[in-house]
């Protein structure tokens, strides 16, 4: 199960850390990413982590403002991060995490870009004012 929290209205410029809580997956052994889909726009692959070597990808559009990051310490178990800067009004979209198993190549691969992971979670909504 798969968990997606942190949206929200911000102006641009400004900053969000979105968060996907992980629960019933082997998180050492998994890649979690996130999508976003703005209204009558097709779903993209924005970023994507995988827990097996801490390799990431990052979509061309977001390259330089989001950072993701995973984190599997006590108090914020099995959860990856997407601090997102900068933000500009076309980052609005409502953010879906998703997760699979397999290796570091996944992040980044056709088979990521196309959505095609196992394991979603429900979206949250980020909006950016211009």
């Known amino acids: 199960q798969l968990q997606a929290s942190g949206g929200g209205l911000v102006q641009a410029g400004g900053s969000l850390r979105l968060s996907c809580a992980a629960s019933?997956?082997?998180?050492?052994?998994?890649?979690i990413g996130w999508f976003r889909q703005a209204p009558g726009k097709e779903r993209e692959g924005v970023s994507c982590?995988?827990?097996?070597?801490?390799?990431?990808?990052?979509?061309d559009s977001v390259k330089g403002r989001f950072t993701i990051s995973s984190d599997n310490a006590k108090n914020t178990q099995n959860t990856v991060f997407l601090q997102m800067n900068s933000l500009k009004p076309e980052d609005t979209a409502v953010y879906f995490c998703?997760?699979?198993?397999?290796?570091?190549?996944?992040?980044?691969?056709?088979?990521?870009?196309?959505?095609?992971?196992?394991?979603w979670g429900k979206g949250t909504l980020v909006t950016v004012s211009s």
């Open positions: 998703a997760a699979d198993y397999g290796s570091g190549e996944l992040c980044g691969s056709s088979y990521f870009i196309k959505g095609l992971m196992n394991y």
């Open positions: 982590i995988s827990t097996v070597d801490g390799s990431a990808y990052y979509a």
């Open positions: 019933g997956l082997t998180f050492d052994d998994v890649a």
